[in-house]
């Protein structure tokens, strides 16, 4: 039970930081300095105010010093993140597969908040992690490198085949190129025979949750939905 709960809290805080990821890469700014502060008053956060889920709780939502309300974000990532360590405990224990799972589901809980508020991916993510995909299949038990490197190649070749033939045939960018990067960081964790499985979940909950949202904002076919956030859906449902 201990080791359940202290993995919990250890996913909590490393949400925590996850949110200072997601606020900050999309604007270029580091992930370390300043501390953090509220983005209305700019007054650094006190350590009592950081505890991750329970400071927002006590503090009902709202800044200390200037009552602006805090963004749920905070501690839905906070939740997903320690629900995620728990789940990877559950799954493997205390090894190196649980470790690489959990930092590989964190990095899609980062991607996937920034790709809905931004419609970016960015690269500091998803190109360091096929290189740790890769380098972590030689220690693991799940896949091989082979499996690792097929994957990379699978998962980036099939989405830039995707989207090239898309673009022959309209002369549009139907899908970013970081979706490809994506799915190649996807496939080095996961290996090959995830991709189709990721691509098929991917697509058929994007295109309901695409045709639902056109239908509501009364968009036509061009509109931009974000790609990432149902690629990594298929991807923590493998």
Same mark, same amino acid.
């Given at each position: 039970m201990i080791p359940l709960l202290f993995a919990?809290?250890?996913?909590?805080?490393?949400?925590?930081?996850?949110?200072?990821?997601?606020?900050?890469?999309?604007?270029?700014?580091?992930?370390?300095?300043?501390?953090?502060?509220?983005?209305?008053?700019?007054?650094?956060?006190?350590?009592?105010?950081?505890?991750?889920?329970?400071?927002?709780?006590?503090?009902?939502?709202?800044?200390?010093?200037?009552?602006?309300?805090?963004?749920?974000?905070?501690?839905?990532?906070?939740?997903?993140?320690?629900?995620?360590? +728990?789940?990877? /405990? @559950?799954?493997?224990? !205390?090894?190196?597969?649980? *470790? =690489?799972?959990?930092? &590989?589901?964190? #990095?899609?809980?980062?991607?996937?908040?920034?790709?809905?508020?931004?419609?970016?991916?960015?690269?500091?993510?998803? +190109?360091?992690? /096929? @290189?740790?995909?890769? !380098?972590?299949?030689?220690? *693991? =038990?799940?896949?091989? &490198?082979?499996? #690792?490197l097929l994957g990379v190649l699978l998962g980036g070749g099939s989405l830039l085949l995707v989207a090239g033939a898309y673009y022959l045939l309209t002369k549009q960018e139907g899908m970013g190129l970081g979706d490809v990067k994506l799915l190649a960081m996807m496939g080095a964790f996961l290996g090959w025979e995830s991709i189709l499985f990721i691509i098929m979940i991917g697509s058929f909950t994007g295109a309901l949750i695409g045709i639902a949202v056109m239908l509501i904002k009364q968009k036509d076919r061009r509109y931009a939905i974000p790609f990432g956030p149902f690629l990594s859906l298929g991807a923590v449902s493998y």
């Amino acid at each position: 039970m201990i080791p359940l709960l202290f993995a919990f809290v250890f996913g909590a805080i490393v949400g925590s930081f996850l949110n200072v990821c997601i606020f900050r890469l999309p604007l270029g700014q580091s992930i370390v300095f300043p501390s953090s502060h509220c983005f209305s008053c700019k007054k650094p956060v006190s350590f009592y105010d950081n505890i991750p889920l329970v400071s927002f709780i006590l503090l009902q939502g709202k800044c200390r010093n200037c009552k602006t309300p805090l963004s749920y974000q905070y501690p839905l990532v906070e939740l997903l993140t320690g629900i995620t360590a +728990l789940a990877c /405990i @559950l799954k493997w224990g !205390i090894t190196l597969n649980a *470790l =690489t799972i959990f930092l &590989f589901v964190a #990095s899609l809980i980062v991607i996937t908040f920034i790709d809905f508020a931004h419609k970016i991916i960015p690269d500091v993510i998803s +190109l360091p992690g /096929i @290189l740790y995909g890769l !380098i972590l299949s030689l220690f *693991l =038990t799940r896949i091989t &490198f082979l499996d #690792s490197l097929l994957g990379v190649l699978l998962g980036g070749g099939s989405l830039l085949l995707v989207a090239g033939a898309y673009y022959l045939l309209t002369k549009q960018e139907g899908m970013g190129l970081g979706d490809v990067k994506l799915l190649a960081m996807m496939g080095a964790f996961l290996g090959w025979e995830s991709i189709l499985f990721i691509i098929m979940i991917g697509s058929f909950t994007g295109a309901l949750i695409g045709i639902a949202v056109m239908l509501i904002k009364q968009k036509d076919r061009r509109y931009a939905i974000p790609f990432g956030p149902f690629l990594s859906l298929g991807a923590v449902s493998y």
